[in-house]
């Protein structure tokens, strides 16, 4: 074995079974018990209707995307223990696995009218340009970096399909519907609140590049 994949290996392998460890501990189940009809596929994970509930959806990917998967879940739990409540993150009902699959399931946004329970469900993408919405989803923009920061929620991949804004009897949310968490080993923006702002800054500029409209 060349040098260099032996040192990666060393590096890299205690966090891959710790992975594995974490994996473990997420009850098994039948994705037919649980799986409706599919509501969207992104670059990793799908998505589907939760058979039982409503409000809720199923989120999985193969495990050979656990990484990222892991750190989700992990993040949801995170803000859990920490009793970190906001309006800008879906609510969590925990991790599954099934064989080859790893997912979790949590709050569902989708419109009455397809089945949900939202009034309305508008992805970022759909109204960014819209010039007569502008103002309106400039202040909604300001307000969810602001609970970011104030909250220290980090979201690594900002984008106008993740962000959307829902409403239910006149009570408007904008939320983060994936990408939150943070990549280091050693999440050092989740504990610590100046290195936080730092990276939801560094991401929000990354994410403004993509929409200028709303950089003022
Ligand atoms: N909480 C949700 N409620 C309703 N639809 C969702 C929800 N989460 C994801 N989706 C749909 O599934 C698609 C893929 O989910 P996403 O979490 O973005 O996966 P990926 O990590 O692969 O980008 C989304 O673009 C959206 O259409
Ligand atoms: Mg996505």
Redesign the pocket.
């Known amino acids: 074995m060349p040098h260099f994949l032996r040192k990666f290996l060393r590096v890299f392998r205690p966090l891959i079974h710790k992975d594995k460890k974490e994996i473990l501990k997420y009850p098994e189940i039948n994705l037919d018990d649980i799986c409706g009809s599919k509501?969207?596929?992104?670059?990793?994970?799908?998505?589907f209707r939760h058979k039982k509930y409503s409000d809720r959806?199923v989120?999985y990917?193969d495990i050979e995307f656990s990484r990222?998967i892991v750190r989700e879940i992990n993040y949801f739990n995170y803000l859990r223990k920490k009793g970190v409540q906001s309006d800008c993150v879906?609510k969590f009902y925990g991790a599954f696995r099934c064989k080859d699959k790893i997912g979790f399931i949590?709050?569902?946004?989708?419109a009455k009218e397809d089945g949900?329970c939202f009034d309305s469900?508008c992805?970022l993408a759909k109204v960014a340009n819209q010039i007569e919405l502008h103002n309106k989803v400039q202040q909604k923009l300001d307000d969810l970096k602001s609970e970011l920061i104030t909250k220290n929620i980090i979201a690594l991949?900002l984008h106008g399909?993740?962000i959307?804004f829902v409403s239910k009897n006149n009570i408007h949310r904008t939320?983060i519907?994936?990408?939150l968490g943070t990549q280091e080993a050693v999440p050092l923006p989740q504990l610590f609140r100046p290195l936080g702002r730092l990276k939801i800054e560094r991401n929000w500029k990354r994410f403004l590049r993509v929409y200028p409209q709303f950089s003022k």
């Open positions: 509501l969207g596929k992104g670059a990793v994970k799908e998505c959806c989120k990917a990222q879906p949590q709050e569902c946004f989708l949900g469900v992805p991949d399909s993740n959307i939320v519907i994936d990408g």
